[in-house]
């Protein structure tokens, strides 16, 4: 009788074991975000940035160089107006995007930015930027998309040079058109 | 030994219940020999089953170009072969064998959790089932390889991805609570005097493994509901519109996918370091060092998993974290392979087919180790990453590994499930050609991947046309003779020589102590270990 006592006090043990390594692997999906933007992983860029000017450093110069990719099955024409700026980390730069609809019905998209070399995505900071918020547009319209964004001074020296990929997906099934307001 | 079997048969026979009669008995039976013995003929179905498409892929591969199957078809075939073995064949083999043998190492009379025993083995055809069925589904079955990677295995995936998201939960929750049941056993019903320490190596590795199982099953059960939330539900853990990251599902797969590949090995360590002492006469080199090793090696298989993605962009730091952890385990293995080498040292060998199997256990699982280590080297694995080499990495260090160790077992404890001889001639026969056929499949696909052949594609540059054909007719004849084995095991059943007690001289443990084939029950009275 002890014995099974015990048996079912393990039992229990081991399932409450089970459940949280349940929960740890969902766990896993915040803790990689964080991981990701504590050490500047992945190209992963942080959201908005909101601190004030950091004094120009005119004495170094970084090329940004812009990509827009679509992903598969998206049909939009997307890309930037140049295909590189050169600034002062510290500056802030405005660069813009254009994207169209050349399609005959109303669709949403998002664009996810990503930064290399990884290791500079800490560094790239972006104070305004078209992938903060979906875009919607109606058949046939063409729009202009500004990101502005400021190289952080503290830009390790050997980065000489940063790109900035935008991919744009088509998420006009999750995100119907008509349900967006005030886009 | 008569008298042994005579007296304890007759206690069996006094009992009150042998086993009910008819089909009934093995739906609803409860006892641990039964339902080890229904896992294990589980296991040998899905092993033929992923063996046929095997044999697929390599008829496919026999020559460059397309001749056989469609490229959709080819992609299906590696998907299924590696999720059958792994969660169909394998894992099954040793729960079936834990069943069987834990109880009788250990001197309990069942498992500890008799009826969930029951429900986890009747999951399994209820999984395999709905999975093997998606590859008559429109669309057909799961063709995104057996490491589901996102999104090939959520935006790309055919319609039939949520029965296979549905079949990996069942097996999940059957692997647990087979765990669950290991270690409630070990912990609970082990005989009078029979210590942690002196418990047979099998029986540890088997607690070591159930703990493995508890941890990361539920991370898997957790990766695939992900899927399911992604695909139905709308949100975006994997999808990088949404705000997600595929890379995070490799993570995720990998923090199970790793411990999962010692969950199918460490077993096998166990079974092995029980054979070799039996056949070498010679107790077990270095038995507490063994345990220690095989703590060591599931503690670090938690912190090692990113080796499989060094290609994806980890940061230098991480690439060399995973690179050193990865090394590191390369050492509780060594200590292990040097303790068996020592346990054969100056033994009486003879090499009857448990111990011929044994033997190529260790001598080949080395060979995947070294391989192991050389992807281990992050700077290197760029080029080998997703070619042959991994194929031929991983195949030495299942086939030899966990297969050889499964047939070994099979061997070794079938006069004591039996109670028949298994004939030794053709088990000879069936490790010769097995050895022969496994290494001529499998030993060439380091060359090609070497030279950059990359796998799960049906068609290949014709430079590595030869060494293809070679791999192909070694495949076949490693599994043509899987059916001889199928005959042996019929004819020892049906058969063979009757089986003393202790059928092989120098065994030890508790097991050799009841009567073959062992009585319907064992240990009713807990016997007394000194
Ligand atoms: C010394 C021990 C070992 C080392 C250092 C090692 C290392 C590695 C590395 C680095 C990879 C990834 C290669 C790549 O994808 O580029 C790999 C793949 C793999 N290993 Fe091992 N390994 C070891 C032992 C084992 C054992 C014991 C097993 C199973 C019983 C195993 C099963 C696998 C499997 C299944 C894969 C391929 C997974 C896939 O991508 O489909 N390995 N191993
Ligand atoms: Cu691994």
């Known amino acids: ?69 679509n992903a598969a ?103 119907p058109p008509v349900a967006q307001v005030g886009q | 030994m008569s008298a042994v079997i005579d007296t304890h048969g007759h206690a069996g026979h006094d009992h ?9 008995r093995w739906v609803l039976t409860t006892n641990h020999k039964d339902i080890g013995t229904m896992y294990l003929w589980f296991s040998f179905a899905m092993f033929l089953l992923g063996g046929t498409m095997a044999m697929v892929i390599r008829a496919e591969l026999f020559q460059p170009g397309l001749q056989i199957v469609q490229p959709e078809f080819f992609n299906q075939m590696t998907t299924m072969h590696g999720l059958i073995m792994v969660f169909g064949a394998v894992m099954p083999a040793f729960v079936g064998l834990a069943n069987w043998m834990i109880p009788l190492m250990i001197g309990a009379p069942d498992m500890a959790l008799p009826r969930m025993n029951n429900f986890s083995f009747w999951l399994l055809p209820a999984a395999f089932s709905m999975m093997v069925s998606t590859l008559f589904m429109e669309g057909g079955g799961p063709n995104f390889g057996w490491t589901f990677y996102a999104p090939l295995s959520t935006t ?40 942690l320490m002196k418990m047979p190596l099998f029986v540890w590795t088997w607690l070591i493994t159930a703990f493995l199982l508890i941890a990361v099953m539920p991370v898997l ?54 054979i070799i002492p039996a056949f070498a006469r010679k107790p077990l080199f270095g038995y507490t060092s063994m345990v220690y090793a095989t703590a060591s090696i599931a ?19 991480g690439e060399l974290f995973f690179m050193y952890a990865t090394m590191l385990i390369a050492v509780p293995t060594g200590v292990k392979v040097f303790n068996w080498a020592s346990t054969m040292w100056q033994g009486s060998m003879t090499f009857e087919t448990p111990m011929l199997f044994s033997v190529a256990f260790v001598i080949l699982f080395t060979i995947g180790g070294f391989s192991g280590l050389m992807l281990a080297i992050a700077p290197a694995d760029f080029q080998y990453h997703d070619t042959y080499f991994v194929v031929a990495h991983f195949h030495y260090v299942l086939v030899p590994g966990a297969i050889f160790g499964i047939f070994a077992s099979a061997y070794y404890w079938l006069p004591k499930w039996t109670g028949h001889m298994y004939d030794e001639t053709l088990g000879k026969l069936h490790f010769w050609m097995s050895f022969v056929g496994m290494n001529m499949a499998f030993f060439p696909m380091h060359f090609v991947g070497l030279a950059g052949m990359p796998r799960r594609i049906p068609d290949y540059n014709m430079m590595f046309a030869n060494f293809n054909m070679v791999s192909s007719i070694g495949a076949f004849m490693f599994g043509a003779t899987q059916l001889l084995f199928l005959f042996i095991v019929i004819k020892c059943i049906r058969s063979g020589q009757p089986a003393a007690a202790k059928p092989w001289d120098g065994a030890e443990g508790l097991e050799w102590t009841v009567p073959s084939p062992a009585p319907y029950h064992t240990f009713q009275t807990p016997p007394e270990v000194k």
């Not at chain 1, 019905?105 to 992938?131: D, G, L, N, W």
């Not at chain 2, 912190?303 to 962009?313: L, P």
């Open chain 2, 156 to 195: 790309y995936a055919p319609e039939s991805v949520t029965f296979f998201i549905f079949a990996v939960h069942l097996m999940g929750i059957s692997s647990i609570m087979g765990a669950i049941n290991v270690v409630a056993t070990i912990l609970n019903l082990r005989a009078p005097g029979m210590t």
């Open chain 2, 16 to 24: 009150h219940h042998g086993p009910a009669k008819g089909l009934m």
């Open chain 2, 221 to 274: 059960a957790g990766c695939v509901t992900m899927m399911l939330m992604d695909i139905h539900f709308g949100t975006s853990f994997f999808s990088a519109a949404g705000g997600g990251d595929p890379v995070l599902f490799q993570h995720v797969f990998w923090f199970f996918g790793h411990p999962e590949v010692y969950i199918m090995i460490l077993p096998a360590f166990g079974a092995v370091s029980a």
């Open chain 1, 1 to 69: 009788m002890n014995e099974s006592l015990s048996t079912r006090r393990l039992v229990i043990r081991l399932s409450l074991v089970v459940v949280a390594m349940f929960g740890f692997g969902f766990a896993l999906v915040p803790i990689y975000d964080v991981m990701c933007q504590a050490f500047g992983i992945n190209g992963k860029t942080a959201g908005a940035y909101e601190a004030g000017e950091q004094g120009v450093d005119a004495s170094r110069q970084v090329r940004v160089q812009f990509l827009a990719t």
């Open chain 1, 73 to 175: 099955d998206m049909v939009w024409e997307f890309r930037p107006m140049a295909d590189e700026v050169a600034v002062h980390p510290g500056d802030s730069t405005q660069m813009v995007f254009v994207a169209h609809n050349p399609t005959d019905r109303p669709m949403t998209a998002q664009a996810i930015p990503s930064v290399a070399p990884s290791k500079a995505a800490a560094y790239f900071h972006k104070t305004e930027c078209f992938c903060f918020t979906q875009q919607v547009l109606q058949p046939g319209e063409r729009i202009e998309m500004p990101v502005r964004f400021i190289v952080d001074r503290d830009l390790p020296a050997d980065v000489r040079h940063l790109t900035l990929a935008y991919t744009l997906f088509d998420i006009t099934a999750s995100k």
């Open chain 2, 299 to 317: 503690f670090l298989s938690f912190i090692v998993w990113a080796h499989h993605m060094f290609t994806v962009g980890i940061p230098l730091t």
